[in-house]
DNA sequence: TACAATTCCTACTAACCTTATAGGGATTAT
DNA sequence: ATAATCCCTATAAGGTTAGTAGGAATTGTA
């Protein structure tokens, strides 16, 4: 796993939204604004929230983004995979991305890989955006 | 962290050596031919092994690599971030390459990053070539 | 000495990834 | 109508990955 600016920044628009107060859509330019993020950058990256579910939005005028569920049900380990790929430090130890690499053929090392994986990958999946709030 | 293939080739051809019987140098032309590694992209590599001196090389026929120290004593952190860089997930969190990065601003998330970083960073610290021959 | 096998060094390259920018279309509250 | 917003697609500069290519330097052996 290595973190762009893609998931970081993904991360930094989520955190705003989950902790703004106002009841109705948030607009990307506050956020953009706000956070001094290129807007036109996080509209593609927004988009990819809105399908995958993440976040809902709305156009026009008083429009912008919302969480589409609750905090507590967005896991780090989600967004990252969505964004950057895989959590494994090489595939071949990758349950979501899974394929052979040159490793594959070292059972031990590969074995210290898997633990890497399990680690990370239990850490992320177990901690939500409501617990980074 | 994510490795590359050339970590993963490094690997390869350091356990290549270290398991070797024969006394003196190994040949890359061997290594390559047995582990189906492409010769001229290692060659590179192993260069980059030998000026770091995990590696001792000898020209000429007759000649090949070997190891300069004892396997006990290379570690797989210091190998993967001599070709890959960081094991950190993000280089906000890294000790050897860090830098500032978005997230840098979200402590909470932070500290899931430093955690991670810290498990692989020791794991890795701890396995040497000769654990995983 | 000549030769063959090796490492050493540098340049180059195709394909892909990252990090955006650009321009316009569609929608909606006022 | 208008202004503000999201939606969609194209483009591109710069960096990274995974090599290939060609030759120089070195060394053991016949």
Redesign the interface.
Known sequence: ???T?RS??V??AI?SIARSKEKGYIPLSKIAREQK?PMKYMEQLMQTLCRSGYLSSSRGKEGGYRLAKPARKIT?AEIIRLFDGPLA??ESVSTYFYRL???S??K??LG??Q??RD??SN??EK?TIA???
């Open positions: 796993m290595k973190l600016t970081e920044y991360f930094l955190l993020l780090i430090p090489t690499t040159p490793l053929r070292e031990k090392l210290v890989m633990e890497i680690y990370v850490a992320l901690t617990d980074v709030l």
